[in-house]
Nanobody, 114 residues
Framework: QVQLVESGGGLVQAGGSLRLSCAAS????????MGWYRQAPGKQRELVAE???????NYVDSVKGRFTISRDHTKNTVDLQMNSLKPEDTAVYYC????????WGKGTLVTVSS
C-alpha cells in the first residue's frame, strides 16, 4: 500500500503563487506516472500535470506556462509550482501515482480570490 500526502494548499489572491508538494510513503522510482489532478466544485476531476517515468511531462492547456511539475527521488516528492494563479484555478488538488495500480492522496484545497 502506498500513501500520498499533499501539502501547500491555501488561499491566495489572483496573480499569486503556491507550491504544492506530494510526499509518497515509498520510493517514487517505481511509479510509471506521477501527477496532479484537480476538481473544482461541480466539475469533473481533470489532469493538471504529470511526469511519465521516461521524463515526458504533460500539462493541461489552461496551465501551460504558469505551472511547473517536478519530482525529487531523494525526498520521494512530486511538487507543483503554480504561478500567476487565476480564480478558475480554485479546486481541490490531488496527487496521483500509477504503476499498474492507481493511488490518490486526499487532496489539498487551493482557493484563488479575485
Amino acid at each position: 500500500q502506498v500513501q500520498l500526502v499533499e501539502s501547500g494548499g491555501g488561499l491566495v489572491q489572483a496573480g499569486g503563487s503556491l507550491r504544492l508538494s506530494c510526499a509518497a510513503s515509498r520510493s517514487i522510482l517505481g511509479f510509471v506516472v506521477m501527477g496532479w489532478y484537480r476538481q473544482a466544485p461541480g466539475k469533473q476531476r481533470e489532469l493538471v500535470a504529470e511526469i511519465i517515468s521516461g521524463g515526458t511531462i504533460n500539462y493541461v492547456d489552461s496551465v501551460k506556462g504558469r505551472f511547473t511539475i517536478s519530482r525529487d527521488h531523494t525526498k520521494n516528492t512530486v511538487d507543483l509550482q503554480m504561478n500567476s494563479l487565476k480564480p478558475e484555478d480554485t479546486a481541490v488538488y490531488y496527487c496521483n501515482a500509477r504503476y499498474g495500480l492507481t493511488y490518490w492522496g486526499k487532496g489539498t484545497l487551493v482557493t484563488v480570490s479575485s
